[in-house]
């Protein structure tokens, strides 16, 4: 993406709570960012208010058609496995693998839209998705957990988020522009700084963007950016990328919500139906691998469909009901899986012919520790979202990741522009702070899998004091709220993951560990 000179912050653009920032730059620059989803699409929006121009290369053909600006309104095609057949989504997003994967998102997400896109809630609500209180029956290794209040999420599958922020960025913002191609090389200026981008376009031409003001990479697992700067910096460490591999499986099954289904929920009497007589999830199930290797949820996955999730760590995959009933019976804390759920499994047998399964397998999780190589990066060149980190979709993290990286790359343009030299270190020193939690609590907790393979240095030992700590600080989770309350909060990114060593919190999760007292 290519942003031609910056220009005067426009403070009407954002919410006026937002402290606002004047460059004085009239020289005119250009900035490119490569790829667009979901990061890419939230860094052009930041960037089109700092910036006159803003380029996005997509090397997608399909996001250029009105249909990846719509709500998803795919066909289903039969996939045949060893064990039986069953429909998933005929999708057309070929370069994202877990397009038709159940996403759920943190309040953060919501938050972040509300900013950016006016009356968001409005068009959101117009496709079918919905905002609502995020209670899901949160059942961590056997403890319910009961905060006083839930905080507002939007619940969306992937193929409907991602278009919904496509439209709302691509056609409220002009200063952006999509190209279609791929970048395939930097080349930087004396001083060091990306100035030249080189694209292959999709018609096969190669064309060069110049006076490159920042080069912003949200490739996803494609990393690009990494691959870029190794090929022009002789010094560029080879050893930036820290990656553990994992057997993390899952699949995630759709059914559309017959009819009465919220009545029929409240006669099996599921907890937490007082709210708005619905819910966000009937059940979430989460344990610690060293604990269970099995987890199981069942969420509203849109107005009109419900999903499971299941899976886990090395674990069989579920593609069907019957299936669902075998697996949540193989989980160890069978006290905590209510008799509830195995009858909303019934309430969905007359539906379950329409159902569809994506059966997903990550095999490794990485960071990119830019930070690290602050002296030789480009002045002007970041990295966002999973071209920088990628963690156990478990945690279902990856697009609030997103925003915080957007919110990170506004941070450091409301100080300064990017041609002072301290911006790529300031941007990574700030993503740093923001996301260091994310990929130590979801790495921590895959290293007491034993199929896991700990990054070089570390072993199965490493993170066992949080591990420990964890499992004692969730056993209050039923009985004190506003231990649960700020849990909340925590886990929807409203507050930093230190608040759950506040001395406070710390002396309680003691004490009942050393009592036996929640
Ligand atoms: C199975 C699964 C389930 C998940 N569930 C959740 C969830 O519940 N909640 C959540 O928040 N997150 C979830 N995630 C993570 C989330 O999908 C990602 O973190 C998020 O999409 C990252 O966004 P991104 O913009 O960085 O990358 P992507 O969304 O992957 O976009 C990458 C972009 O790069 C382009 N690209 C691809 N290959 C190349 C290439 N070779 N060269 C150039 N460009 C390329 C693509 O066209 C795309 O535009 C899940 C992930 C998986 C795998």
Redesign the pocket.
Known sequence: MLVKRHYSWDASRMPSSVRTFTYNSKTPTNKLI???????LFAARICADHFEKVIVV???AW?FTDEARQPANFDTREVKTSTGIYNTWNHKRS????YS?????QALLLRFARRLFPGFDSIAKSWGDLIRPLDVTLCLSGHLMRPHSYVETIIAP?RNI?PLIRKVVLEGTPEIEIIHG??TRYQLSSDGSVNVVNVRLGNGENKDFSNCALAVD?????Q?GVKLLSRVIPTFPSDLRQTYTADIVYSTLEYPVPPHFDEDLRKLNVPGMEVDGMKSGVLTFSASPDIDNRLASLLRCDANRVVFTMGGWAVDMPVNLQEIREFVKGIKNQNHVPDYFYKVLDLLEPVQHLGTVYE?R?ANCYKVDYARAAKVLPRNFVA????SM?VN?RF???????AMGAICLDSVLRQMPPSNRAFSKSFFEKLTTRTTAVWDSTRLSDYAAPGTNPIPGETHETGRLMRWYNDQLIKHVENDRDLAQTLHHVQNFLAPSTDMLSPAIVARVLWGAFTGKA
Not at 95 to 98: K, L, S
Not at 218 to 222: D, V
């Open positions: 490569a790829d667009v989803p979901i990061g890419g997509e090397p997608e996001t370069r994202v693998y877990q994967a159940v996403h759920f998102y992937r991602e791929t970048v949200c490739t996803g697992i494609a690009s997903a990550v966002l979202g999973d071209s990628r979709p279902g993290q990856g697009v609030s990741k997103c």
